[in-house]
């Protein structure tokens, strides 16, 4: 089953939004619990993390009464969401807090994510921008470091599957082949999958059009396998 983590840049959005493309993997007979988490300004990114790792816990702890197995949990997410998601995996305190950990999930499957926020900073002051909402979430520069998933990869991590589009001018590509790198010198298993012509949120919605299911299979064999 797969616990998914929505994105819309830690401000917008809510689960319902990205509903239609978790409609996609029931039709693979996969259990999905999708996750709200309180948006800035309201929270900053650890209460975000939190809240995450709460749903995680929760459906660790649930999921059993939805006919699903709660040793056969893997975690997903898109964009901030897959930020989230990778941060409450990756930095034991967030499940700790919930009485739970890591070695309890069978993945991580993070889709356009941002998991260097400082890789993430530059990049768009190198566009001549600031990323001022990201700054706020954060709670300054001083802590990018702290919220950023790859400060936390470990050797005891679970297998982690990266999807990113090519053309994504949100979150450039290298970020996901940074990430996956850290985890693979880590002794994590780890896989980057790259789609061609594709941007940011655009990935995570072409799988809506796309009859051949290249998005969704991909996501649909990697759990298979993994919680086989």
Do not use: C
């Not at 979430?137 to 679970?158: C, E, Q």
């Not at 599957?161 to 590509?173: E, K, M, N, R, W």
């Amino acid at each position: 089953m797969v616990v998914f983590v929505h994105g819309g840049g830690w401000y917008q959005y809510d689960k319902l939004v990205y509903a239609p493309v978790a409609m996609r993997l029931l039709e693979h007979d996969l259990v999905v619990v999708m996750a709200d988490y309180t948006l800035h300004p309201e929270a900053d990114y650890s209460r975000m993390a939190h809240e995450t790792a709460d749903a995680v816990a929760w459906t660790l702890e649930h999921i059993a009464e939805y006919g699903s197995d709660p040793q056969r949990v893997v975690v997903a997410g898109q964009s901030a969401g897959a930020h989230l998601a990778a941060l409450a995996v990756t930095d034991p305190r967030y499940l700790a807090a919930s009485g739970h950990g890591s070695a309890e999930l069978r993945g991580l499957v993070g889709i356009s994510g941002m998991y260097d926020i400082a890789a993430e900073d530059a990049f768009f002051r190198n566009k001549r921008q600031r990323p001022i909402i990201m700054e706020k979430v954060m709670g300054g520069i001083d802590n990018y470091a702290a919220a950023s998933p790859m400060t936390w990869v470990r050797p005891d991590l679970p297998p982690t599957l990266l999807l990113h589009g090519d053309a994504d001018t949100t979150v450039p590509q290298h970020i996901s082949a940074d990430f996956r790198a850290a985890l693979q010198a880590a002794g994590n298993q780890s896989e980057l999958v790259v789609y061609a012509d594709q941007g940011h949120a655009g990935l995570l919605f072409w799988a809506l059009d796309d009859e051949e299911q290249a998005l969704v299979g991909t996501i649909v064999e990697w759990v298979d396998h993994r919680t086989g």
